[in-house]
């Protein structure tokens, strides 16, 4: 009897806990899914500064909080310690320590994770365009100037490629004087030398005015309401009272890319959910996120996944 209740015990801790990892992946689930009609909040970096030229700081937590916001400077983060889900624009991962990403500007963005035993922890460093600026104007700092400029979708570093850059990362927290402005140089062109993923296919090149958030806010609401729905661009314009030339030019000025594009982006990130939470056949999976065509589905998946959909849904599977 002390063995069964013992295994009782057990049993029910190992369901517990199950349900609290589920719990908490279904919640991130649902705000990626509303993720873009979210307005992200902006984060006032120049309060922090307190007289110093950028900031870098270490974080610390008991987790990572859902913190859906952006800031016209650049960001690199480095995450100590604690697991979870990064979200950055249109991009939705997981995390690990050891995860170091480069954030554009206005790039919005979030690391989310929940409570754990060891505290979540991280290195954050921000730098304004008007600090770095300087600097790019010698040869030296070429490399520096193209990285910035790939930043703006955010870029992910392997920490096997990058563990000399790291190591540099944690150092600059005990930095100071010119020894810590230095630092951060060397840190920027060591990274401009090494290979980087981009994060997110939507670039915030510039925060969007008050009007045109509204707009694109609209727009953005009404296809992930009805993405499963072919789409006519005349509807669309009467949304935003905007003639369809106008129409393409906003959407693409706003966002970065086209709307059928972006449309296809949504499709694909709500195929992928389907794929790893459901059995359907994947001919299914492509007409219920709104393809007409199978081939079409394949063929847009691949080109932005890099993998077809059998060998994603086999791929994730396959490390649950």
């Not at 009782?8 to 279904?26: C, N």
């Not at 001919?283 to 059998?310: C, H, M, Q, W």
Request: charged content about 20%; aromatic content about 12%.
């Amino acid at each position: 009897m002390i063995k069964l209740a013992a295994i009782y015990q057990r049993v029910h801790h190992y369901i517990d806990k199950a349900y609290t990892i589920f719990s908490f992946y279904v919640n991130l689930y649902d705000l990626w899914n509303n993720i873009v009609l979210m307005k992200p909040s902006f984060e006032n970096i120049q309060q922090v500064r307190e007289g110093d030229s950028f900031v870098v700081y270490h974080y610390t937590a008991a987790y990572f909080p859902f913190k859906w916001h952006y800031h016209p400077e650049y960001e690199l983060t480095l995450i100590l310690s604690g697991s979870g889900k990064r979200l950055v624009g249109d991009n939705y991962a997981g995390f690990i320590p050891g995860d170091l990403v480069l954030l554009g500007s206005n790039l919005p963005h979030t690391w989310a994770s929940e409570p754990e035993p060891q505290p979540a922890a991280a290195v954050v460093i921000q730098f304004s365009a008007a600090f770095i600026t300087p600097f790019l104007q010698y040869p030296e700092c070429r490399g520096i100037a193209a990285l910035l400029r790939r930043s703006e979708k955010g870029l992910f570093f392997n920490k096997r490629t990058a563990a000399a850059v790291i190591k540099k990362i944690k150092t600059l927290l005990a930095a100071t004087g010119m020894a810590r402005l230095l630092g951060l140089v060397d840190i920027l062109h060591h990274l401009g030398k090494i290979s980087a993923e981009p994060v997110s296919r939507l670039a915030m090149a510039q925060a969007p005015t008050d009007r045109a958030e509204e707009r694109i806010n609209k727009i953005l609401q009404h296809v992930y309401r009805n993405y499963k729905k072919p789409f006519r661009v005349d509807q669309l314009c009467r949304l935003i009272h905007l003639s369809p030339g106008a129409f393409c030019k906003f959407f693409k000025k706003t966002t970065g890319k086209t709307f059928s594009d972006y449309v296809n982006d949504v499709r694909v990130a709500k195929a992928c959910n389907l794929l790893l939470e459901t059995d359907r056949n994947i001919a299914r999976i492509a007409y219920d996120v709104g393809f007409e065509s199978i081939t079409y589905f394949n063929r847009v998946f691949l080109k932005k996944k890099e993998i077809t959909p059998g060998a994603f849904r086999h791929q994730l599977k396959a490390h649950l």
